[in-house]
Each structure stands twice: as C-alpha cells, then as structure tokens.
C-alpha cells in the first residue's frame, strides 16, 4: 500500500506541477497581450494629440449649393487628397455621407498648415 500511495503522491505532484506551469504560462500570455494592447491604445491617443496640436480648424457657413467635395477642394494643399479632406470634415462635424447640408449650418473645417498661401483657394466667410 505505500508504494501506491507514494506513487499517487508523486502522480498527483506532477500533475499539479503541470497545471501550475500551465497556468503560468496562461497568465504571461495574458498579460502580454494586455500590454501590448494598452501600449497601442496610448500610442495612438498619443500621435492623435501631437498631430492635434498642428492642426488649425476654420468655421465655414454653408451656403446654398454647396457640396462637401466644393467645401473640400478649397481646403486642400497640393499634397492633400479632397477625398481624404472630406472623410475629416464629416468625422469632425458627425456628417454622415447622407446628410444633406442645411444653408447656414456652420461647420469645422481642419486645416493642416498654417500657411495660407498653401491653399488652392481661400474661404469667402459668408
């Protein structure tokens, strides 16, 4: 009867060595992709709110006829892409694509440098 006894023992301690290492081994996976995660998630915060700080924002007054993409095409430099333009403003001013804009509605637009004379053309405040 020791024998088995002692046999059971030593079974029952690896197989609970097993389950430690296991658990281990569970938990820094875990923890891993927690990080990695949480450092992502404050790397972006971060480039949001460096990238911010650059950016200058222009009220525009909607006037009768006028389209995202006129509105857009007026706010790009020569290095920009009016549809990239127009995907900021409506993520600025939470414009869906199906909304029609509403003469005298204003709305933000982002302008990126701070020079003027880098754009197209320049605003008529209305």
């Given at each position: 009867m020791t024998t088995r006894s002692a046999?059971?023992?030593r079974r029952y301690?690896?197989?609970?060595?097993?389950?430690?290492?296991?658990?281990?081994?569970c938990i820094v996976v875990i923890l891993s992709v927690l990080s990695?995660?949480?450092?992502?998630?404050l790397f972006e915060q971060f480039s949001v709110l460096s990238s911010a700080?650059?950016?200058?924002?222009?009220?525009?007054?909607?006037?009768?006829?006028?389209?995202?993409w006129q509105i857009a095409n007026?706010?790009?430099?020569?290095?920009?892409?009016?549809r990239d333009k127009i995907i900021a403003?409506?993520?600025?001013?939470?414009?869906?694509?199906?909304?029609?804009?509403?003469?005298?509605?204003?709305?933000q637009i982002p302008i990126a440098s701070?020079?003027?004379e880098?754009?197209?053309l320049t605003f008529n405040i209305r």
């Open positions: 046999l059971a023992k301690g690896q197989r609970n060595s097993l389950y430690k290492a296991n658990l281990l081994l990695y995660t949480v450092s992502n998630h700080k650059t950016e200058q924002l222009i009220s525009y007054k909607i006037g009768s006829g006028d389209t995202l007026k706010a790009v430099t020569a290095n920009e892409d009016v403003i409506q993520k600025l001013n939470k414009i869906n694509a199906a909304q029609a804009l509403i003469p005298g509605q204003v709305i701070a020079n003027i880098d754009y197209k």
